[in-house]
């Protein structure tokens, strides 16, 4: 099975809209963290937003916000007011056990972002 | 403060010859990893290393690749015998373990675009 499915190959956005993208997981630990990174066309991956397995709080950075359903496995990724620039791939990662095991990421969504 | 850097930022190669990748991470990270990522699709993880020592292989990686931190800072990326199938960006990352804000977050590299001809 996978262990992360980003569902979305491609999604357009209207500049200031805001966009959900998803992520879903799977894993048996208890302790794993969730990521989300974001690659331009120039190719560097820039990291977005962290969020833990035992934070009871949805995590938030700027105009990034992560909607973490635990039951659900889930770990979707909301932009807020999207901008040009936010025109990238974006991909959604999983760190099993302890911190600073390897990433998992998925396949990626790219977001194209119109003006 | 720098990133990580990696060199060269691209490679052409023919086939059969062998090649090595350079990442500098962020100097005060004590964790290094490398990916392999192919156009289209999500990295894949190949190796990583605590300081100087090699922590977990993928299964991915064949006897052709080997992989060394010798100081615990720099690390190199050996790839023998290329193959065309080796054609990828390979990217290197870097963390703080343990950090101060209990996040793992890893910073990558620009990473080196490879072709195998």
């Known amino acids: 099975a996978q262990k992360i499915t980003q569902t979305q190959p491609g999604m357009f956005v209207q500049e200031k809209e805001a966009v959900t993208l998803d992520c879903t997981y799977d894993t048996s630990d208890q302790s794993y963290g969730l990521f989300w990174y974001k690659q331009p066309s120039s190719g560097e991956m820039i990291f977005l937003i962290y969020?833990?397995?035992?934070?009871?709080q949805n995590a938030t950075e700027g105009r990034y916000s992560l909607n973490f359903q635990k039951a659900r496995k889930s770990a979707n990724l909301v932009i807020s007011a999207s901008q040009l620039g936010d025109s990238a791939m974006y991909f959604c990662a999983m760190r099993e056990g302890r911190v600073g095991n390897k990433l998992t990421f998925g396949g990626g969504t790219r977001v194209l972002v119109k003006p | 403060d720098t990133g990580v850097s990696q060199d060269p930022r691209h490679k052409i190669t023919k086939r059969g010859q062998n090649v090595t990748f350079r990442c500098d991470p962020i100097s005060e990270h004590n964790r290094l990893y490398w990916y392999r990522q192919t156009l289209g699709q999500g990295p894949e993880f190949l190796t990583y290393f605590q300081n100087e020592a090699q922590l977990e292989k993928s299964r991915l990686l064949s006897d052709r690749f080997s992989a060394e931190r010798p100081k615990g800072s720099f690390s190199t990326l050996e790839i023998q015998r290329t193959e065309q199938g080796d054609s990828a960006m390979y990217l290197c990352?870097?963390?703080?373990?343990?950090?101060?804000?209990?996040?793992?977050?890893?910073?990558f590299g620009p990473g080196t675009r490879l072709t195998v001809t």
């Open positions: 969020q833990g397995s035992y934070d009871e």
């Open positions: 990352a870097s963390s703080d373990i343990p950090g101060g804000t209990g996040k793992d977050e890893q910073y």
